[in-house]
């Protein structure tokens, strides 16, 4: 098994993040832990959306699970920041640390699938700026 780290931001107070935003950063943290696992059938199951659409076909395939725990080996994922744009909606920025000389940046928009905010998905996944 891949040792890989998984680092949270500073816990936020009430006063600076909704419920909703908080559970998206949960939601990311999980996200990113499977990654790492290469656990493709949980990551399958935080997806919808566009990033759905685009990864699925990868992510059924039994070999792409060995080369997600491998890409990831010794990764650090820290989540940066978040803010909820839309009553749904929270973008979560994140950094992915794979070596001293290798780190990205993504953006990710978490959204809610029915009324009472109790299903959260992530749809979308873009690179973003360091």
């Known amino acids: 098994m891949a040792l890989v780290g998984l680092m949270a931001s500073a816990p936020l107070s009430a006063a600076q993040a909704s419920d909703l935003e908080i559970r998206a950063r949960n939601l990311v943290s999980h996200y990113f832990s499977a990654l790492m696992q290469g656990d493709t059938k949980t990551v399958l199951r935080l997806i919808d959306g566009e990033l759905l659409l685009n990864r699925k076909e990868l992510l059924e395939n039994p070999e792409y699970s060995e080369y997600l725990s491998r890409n990831y080996r010794n990764s650090t ?54």
């Open 77 to 130: 994922v820290s989540i940066r920041d978040s803010r909820q744009v839309a009553d749904n909606r929270v973008e979560v920025d994140a950094s992915i640390k794979k070596s001293a000389e290798e780190q990205f940046t993504v953006l990710l928009l978490v959204e809610s699938m029915d009324e009472a905010d109790e299903v959260l998905l992530i749809v979308s996944e873009q690179d973003a700026a360091n």
